[in-house]
Every structure is written in C-alpha cells, then in structure tokens.
C-alpha cells in the first residue's frame, strides 16, 4: 500500500505523506500544503483534523472503545484507583508498589492551599457559580505558586502537575462549601483521595464526619471515568494555550472556561435540568418531538467520536445504580432518563444520527444522589479533567516538534478598500 497521497490542483500534484498510528486511522500530513501549494485545508469543528500524535488515549467511536495507555475504561473503573490512574496518564505506565505510595505521596503533601489563598474566595458572591469560582481561583495559583512557574525546568513541571491534580479537589470543595455558607475544611493527609474530597465537601465542625465507602468508591470511579478524552474542546484548549509557552496553571483554567460550556462539560448539569424539566415518563413524548422539531438538544445524548455507546455511560449507568440502590434514594429522574433512552435508542431520528446516551446522562442523577447540587456537577468533571488536561500538556510540551498553534482560515470578508470620510459614508 503507498505511503502517500496524491492532491491534484489544476495541472499540478501534490505528494501528501500518510502517516500511521499504532491503531486508529492513518492520517495525511499536510504540514508541507500550504508552502507547497498556496492552499489551505478547512476543517471548522475539526472533524477530520488529527491536532497532534498522542500515546495517552485512545478512542474507537464506532466500536465503543476508550482506552488509558492501552487500559481499557472499565477495567480500570472497576480493578484501578484515581490516584493510580494519575500516575498511569501523567508517566504512561501503572506505578509499582513503591512507585504509587511515592507518587501518592507527593500528592497528599500538595492537597492544602496557601492561608491567604482562602481569602480569594471571598471576592465572590455566595450564589456564583462554581464554574466561576474555578475558572478564577485556578488562574490565581500562578499568584501563591510562582515558584514553580518556569515550564522549562522538568522538575518545576512536575510539581505543577502534582499541585494541580491535588489543590484542584481543595479548591472544588471550597467552592461547594462558600456556595452553602459552609466553613472551609482543610484537608487530612491519613484519607485517600476521594475520601479527602468527600469530606472537605460534606463535613461540618458541630459533629465528626463518617467516610461512607460505598460513596468513596462511587467518587473515585467517577474520577475515573472522567480523567481524559482524546483532544475534546477542553483539552484541544488547554494544548493551544500551553502551546504558547503560558504555565499549567493558566492552561487548566482555559481548559474549565472551555469545559463549563453546555456542548461539553457543563452538558450534565444540563441534563438533569432537561429530566426535571420532563419531570415524568407521560411526558416523555412530547419532549422528544420538540427535539426532532430541533426546538432544543437531548443533553447527555450525542458525541461527537462515539457513534454507538460512550463505554463511559455503560459504567456510570451501572454505578448510578448501585449508589441510589445503596443509599436507599429512589430518584423519580431515574425512571424518566431509563424511559428517555429507551425511546431516543429506538427512534429512528435517532438511529439516523447516531445518538447514544454520553457520560453525562446519568452522571446527574448520581451525583445529585450523592448530595451534589447540579451547579458542582460540571466542577467535578473539572476536578476529574485535570490530570488528562495536565497529562495532555505534558506531552505537548515535552514534543521536540512543539510549535505554537497557529490555524489560519477562509477570508470570505471585504477585499481592500480605501477609508471614506464621515460626510461621504450612507
Ligand atoms: C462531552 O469530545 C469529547 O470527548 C467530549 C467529552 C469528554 O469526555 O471530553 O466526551 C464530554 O462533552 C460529552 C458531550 C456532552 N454534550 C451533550 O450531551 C450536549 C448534547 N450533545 C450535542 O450537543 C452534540 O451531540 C455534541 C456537541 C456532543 C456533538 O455534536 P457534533 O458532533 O458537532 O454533531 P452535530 O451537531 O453535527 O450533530 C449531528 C446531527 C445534527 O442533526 P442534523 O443537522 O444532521 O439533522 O445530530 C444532531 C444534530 O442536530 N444532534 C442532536 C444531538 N446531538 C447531535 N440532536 C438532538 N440531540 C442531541 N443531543
């Protein structure tokens, strides 16, 4: 099979190399077009643009395939940890025994923020959202953490990252905790990782706070499922940001403005607001006509790789299951977004366009199980993000090919003209 393409223009050919990956499609390196041929591709949305070569994960949409290094999602939702799955994006193996206690470590002794940084918090209203809170606090580190700012310095790169990953549940859970008038709580270096952020989240100073493991492991699977994506908006953002040579810190909180948008992260807040608003399985119909009447988008349906299930969805269908059934919560919503996919997955609107239920469909009503207001749903996809945006920066750039993101595009405005004075203008 040739290595190469051929584009012809007008009576000319150009040779495109076609480059392979270890699996997935091959692609055509067009880096060389435009100098050789005065012509650009177009791709608005990106939808076949390959960004960048990447080892960190890997998506098969038609199959329903995600893997983490070559791991697939549920095995590692089900057999792994967060933390461990950390360690796995951000160095590209499973850590050791020894590996893990050293790396769980250096998060743990990275979880507290700076005194003075708490006082941030108070510059904003009691009932901002969250997702302004975290796009603010997180462009301030770079204000409390300058000392390890020089993205040039490996070491200072990985103190950044360590930081990120552990300040972001501190950071998560001050937002939770102003929003409800709650005090700070700091956080415990004997708790693990999603234990810590429970508790920072849901305990109060009048009585001891009781971990309740069936919660933990329900937070760290969804940590889990939501670590990293590919190049998705938020990522593909936090790649050109960092692509400039800005620091971590500023990326990431790129990376949350980008998430918090409804196409993206902020879809399963949305989601639970399109269940409530359907409220019960009689008016399931007529919700779903206004969708085909394009009068509003099913949230937590669609992807823009996955044209079957997100692998994602299966897990987090089975673990909202397990944590309403274990909390004893009867949730009415449950009943109406099982109702909703049945009819969506057999509609021919649907079929047509190859709509499946994402991972934000059924995030909601286990995360509102779990006593998550739906305004800290998009955070702690931010939360659970940050080490695939961090990973994903890393790799970046750590690429000896790095250059700064640069896209150009379809002129289609005025050609030039000469300026008219006000009294010649209408
Ligand atoms: C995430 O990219 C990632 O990896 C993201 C993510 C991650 O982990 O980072 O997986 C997280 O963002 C998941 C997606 C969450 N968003 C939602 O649930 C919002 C609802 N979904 C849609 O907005 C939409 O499906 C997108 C944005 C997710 C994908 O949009 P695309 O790929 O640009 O597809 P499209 O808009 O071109 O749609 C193709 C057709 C259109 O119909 P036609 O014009 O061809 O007739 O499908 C229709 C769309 O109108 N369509 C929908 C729909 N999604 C697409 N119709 C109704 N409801 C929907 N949800």
Redesign the pocket.
């Known amino acids: 099979m040739t290595d190469k393409a051929t584009l012809t223009i007008g009576d000319k050919n150009y040779d495109l190399p076609i480059l392979k990956g270890s699996t997935g499609p091959d692609v055509l390196d067009v880096r060389k077009l435009y100098a050789d041929s005065d012509h650009f591709t177009f791709d608005p949305?990106f939808?076949s643009t390959a960004s960048c070569e990447s080892k960190i994960t890997y998506?098969d949409g038609d199959a329903g395939i995600l893997l983490h290094r070559g791991y697939p999602i549920d095995q590692l939702a089900e057999k792994s940890s967060f933390l461990e799955v950390c360690h796995l994006l951000l160095n590209g193996e499973l850590p050791t025994a020894e590996e893990f206690t050293k790396f769980e470590r250096n998060i743990t002794y990275h979880t507290m923020l700076h005194a003075q940084f708490d006082s941030f918090f108070q510059g904003f209203r009691r009932d901002a959202h969250p997702m302004a809170v975290m796009t603010g606090a997180v462009g301030a580190l770079s204000a409390f953490y300058a000392d390890s700012l020089n993205v040039d310095d490996p070491k200072q790169r990985e103190i950044s990252a360590h930081r990120l990953i552990a300040k972001m549940p501190t950071i998560a859970a001050r937002a939770f905790q102003y929003s409800q008038g709650r005090p700070f709580v700091t956080p415990r270096n004997e708790l693990s990782y999603s234990e810590n952020f429970l508790r920072m989240c849901f305990s109060v100073p009048a009585e001891d706070w009781v971990p309740n493991p069936v919660l933990t492991r329900a937070m760290d699977r969804i940590f889990i499922l939501?670590a990293d994506?590919?190049q998705?908006?938020?990522?593909s953002t936090v790649r050109l940001a960092g692509s400039s040579g800005a620091h971590p810190f500023a990326c990431i909180a790129a990376g949350i403005a980008c998430?918090w948008g409804?196409?993206?992260?902020g879809?399963?807040q949305?989601?639970l607001e399109m269940l409530e608003e359907i409220g019960s399985v009689e008016n399931i119909p007529a919700y779903v006509q206004g969708?085909k009447d394009?009068k509003y988008?099913?949230?937590?349906?669609?992807?823009?790789?996955?044209k079957n299930f997100?692998p994602?969805a299966k897990v987090m269908q089975k673990t909202c299951y397990e944590v309403l059934e274990q909390l004893g919560v009867n949730d009415p919503l449950l009943k109406v977004a099982m109702e909703l996919e049945k009819v969506a997955l057999s509609d021919q609107y649907?079929i047509d366009?190859k709509?499946y239920p994402?991972?934000?469909?059924y995030s909601g009503i286990t995360l509102r199980a779990m006593g998550f207001p739906k305004e800290m749903f998009t955070v702690l996809f931010a939360l659970a993000?940050t080490v695939g945006w961090i990973s994903q920066w890393k790799e970046m750039f750590e690429d000896p090919s790095r250059k700064i993101g640069r896209p150009r595009q379809l002129y289609t405005g005025a050609t030039q003209r000469d300026y008219v004075t006000v009294e010649k203008r209408g």
């Open positions: 949305g939808t998506i939501h994506h590919e998705n908006a938020s990522t998430l409804p196409s993206h992260g879809a399963n949305e989601a969708v394009r988008k099913l949230m937590g349906f669609g992807h823009r790789v996955y997100d994602r649907f366009r709509l994402n991972i934000d469909f993000r």
